[in-house]
């Protein structure tokens, strides 16, 4: 069981880890072995950055509840505490996504601009889920009102090997614009509200605010981050191998959005959630 000292650096710095007991290893043992065979059927089309990063949206073949498909129950501990801090009784999961690092990442794929591949490698392409780009101008709308990211380690993998990252503290900065920015508005008010600038601006100061942190895990070790936490995923160098012999570093994120309505995702800055 995690203690309240987790919960506390939760609402502190937008993430907590929570450790890996035997039934988290055992379901991300599980989880490696389904994913492995669900990417092999993966197009290449859908490897980005030069084929050294797989999204693996919904790639992970789980129940409602997050059991695997011969009954493995998922993490209980982590998605205890990811409902408990939202104040909400459990809601079906969706197939997890696992993302799929391989060394070298990332290399200028496509898909990205010179820009956007600039901040990728400089600011690790640093983000908060759910703020999609729309329209041939790209400007940025809420369009997945995601309640909590919940990463759950497959394989090992250290620092140097393309970790998640995070920024202590960047969801108060966040929320705060967030909530200026959609303060009063309805729910349709919110999804027409154009949050580009707001969203750059409060990002930059995070930037400069906020303490970037690599965060490696353990396979069935879990990460939990508030929905505004700013994250993203750090380089690997290609001359760094991989621990898993697959020579990937893969993670099982669930991303459950159990808002029926977009004012829930707005933050209340009188409660500071």
């Known amino acids: 069981m995690t203690g309240p000292e987790t919960g506390a650096q939760l609402a502190h710095d937008g993430w907590c880890r929570v450790p890996a007991d035997a039934g988290a290893r055992s379901w991300a043992a599980g989880a490696l072995s389904l994913a492995r065979a669900a990417l092999s059927g993966v197009q290449a089309d859908q490897w980005r950055c030069g084929a050294t990063w797989c999204v693996g949206l919904d790639l992970l073949p789980n ?28 809601a079906a999961l969706h197939p997890a996504q696992v993302s799929v690092l391989r060394p070298g990442y990332p290399r200028h794929g496509p898909e990205d601009s ?34 909590f990211i919940l990463g759950i380690g497959l394989t090992a993998g250290g620092t140097g090997q393309g970790p998640l990252v995070v920024w202590n503290g960047s969801h108060r900065v966040l929320g705060a614009a967030f909530a200026e920015a959609l303060a009063g508005l309805d729910a349709n008010g919110i999804a027409a509200t154009d949050l580009t600038e707001t969203y750059q601006t409060a990002r930059r100061a995070v930037f400069t605010s906020c303490d970037r942190v690599p965060v490696a895990l353990a396979p069935g070790e879990a990460v939990l981050l508030h929905r505004h936490c700013l994250h993203g995923i750090a380089p690997w160098p290609a001359d760094i191998p991989a621990i898993d012999p697959s020579g990937f570093r893969m993670t099982a994120y669930f991303r459950p959005a159990p808002f029926e309505d ?4 707005v933050p209340d800055q009188s409660l500071g959630t």
Do not use: I, M, N
């Open 114 to 147: 010179a820009a956007a591949f600039r901040y990728r490698l400089e600011r690790d392409a640093a983000h908060v889920d759910g703020l999609l780009p729309c329209g041939p101008a790209r400007r940025r709308h809420l369009r997945e009102a995601h309640g």
């Open 63 to 90: 129940g409602p509840a997050g059991h695997l498909p011969d009954g493995t129950p998922p993490p209980e501990e982590a998605l205890r505490l990811a409902w408990a801090h939202l104040g909400r009784a459990p």
């Open 262 to 265: 977009l004012r829930e995702w």
